[in-house]
């Protein structure tokens, strides 16, 4: 099962051409893909600095590389995208600082879920408390 901060290995096709890389769902990625979104024209400021209740993601930087510091509460993990052959899984109730953004980062996110604001905890303080009241 995949864990949160896992590395994901895409399908890479390499030849003569150039490099073609696939996912699907339900093997690549382990949730049902119903948002995609693309963070770029990226600079010096860190984004995120916010957790989800419920949202599952996967992020693939697939041009120039990014940091990305996961915070289960517990234990944080710093996770670097350089390849666009990897993904990146992070669980629900995660807080994710995303940062060091380098050489045009352009990142794609796969998500479980429609947008919702209130899916948000956007406080860390909050998003401690969420996880004591679990
Ligand atoms: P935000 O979640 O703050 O970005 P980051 O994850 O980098 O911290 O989102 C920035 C803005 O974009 C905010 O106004 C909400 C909006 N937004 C959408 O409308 N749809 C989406 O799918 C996402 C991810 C953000």
Redesign the pocket.
């Known amino acids: 099962m995949t864990k949160n901060g896992d590395y994901i290995d895409l399908n890479s096709f390499n030849d003569k051409r150039g490099t073609l890389i696939s996912m699907e769902q339900g093997s690549e990625i382990p949730f049902e893909i119903k948002?995609v979104?693309f963070?770029t024209n990226l600079n010096s400021n860190p984004?995120?600095?916010?957790a989800h209740k419920n949202l599952k993601q996967v992020m693939i930087c697939i041009s120039g590389s990014c940091e990305i510091l996961l915070d289960d509460g517990q234990n944080k993990l710093l996770r670097t995208l350089s390849s666009p052959s990897k993904g990146l899984y992070i669980d629900s109730y995660v807080w994710r600082e995303?940062k060091n953004f380098k050489d045009n980062a352009l990142i794609v996110?796969l998500?479980s879920e429609?947008?919702d604001?209130s899916d948000?905890i956007r406080d860390y303080n909050d998003f401690l408390d969420y996880g004591n009241d679990k």
């Open positions: 948002r979104y963070l984004r995120g600095f916010h995303m996110v998500a429609i947008y604001e948000y």
